[in-house]
Nanobody, 122 residues
Framework: VQLQASGGGLVQPGGSLRLSCAVS????????IGWFRQVPGKGREGVSC????????FYPDSVKGRFTVSRDNAENTVYLQMNGLKPEDTAVYYC????????????????WGEGTQVTVSS
């Protein structure tokens, strides 16, 4: 199983980025895909989750209305569209897979990819 996040970078406040999570070795029918972020000295914070079969999405209040998760089954890729970025969104972003549920607890996730850095600064 491999998950690889990409698409991070430097963006000005109010700008947008789209992160990609390329997935191999597991089926979107069986695994929920979560996006998390982490800043130094803090634990990983969930910012979205996409349920496996029904495609329901979940977001915390901190990003609701600004972040949108989607997937392309043909490309085995999950995307995180981030709009209206704020300096407090600066973090390393990770994607992860969980067979059990769309949990906001990073400890529940079975598989992780390497992160991608997002920096929001003027």
């Amino acid at each position: 199983v491999q998950l690889q996040a990409s698409g991070g970078g430097l963006v000005q406040p109010g700008g947008s980025l789209r992160l990609s999570c390329a997935v191999s070795g597991l089926s979107f029918d069986d695994y929920h895909i979560g996006w998390f972020r982490q800043v130094p000295g803090k634990g990983r914070e969930g910012v979205s989750c996409l349920e496996s079969r029904n495609g329901r999405t979940f977001y915390p209040d901190s990003v609701k209305g600004r972040f949108t998760v989607s997937r392309d089954n043909a490309e085995n890729t999950v995307y995180l569209q981030m709009n209206g970025l704020k300096p407090e969104d600066t973090a390393v972003y990770y994607c992860a897979a969980d067979a059990s549920s769309c949990s906001d607890n990073y400890l529940d996730y079975d598989w992780w990819g390497e992160g991608t850095q997002v920096t929001v600064s003027s």
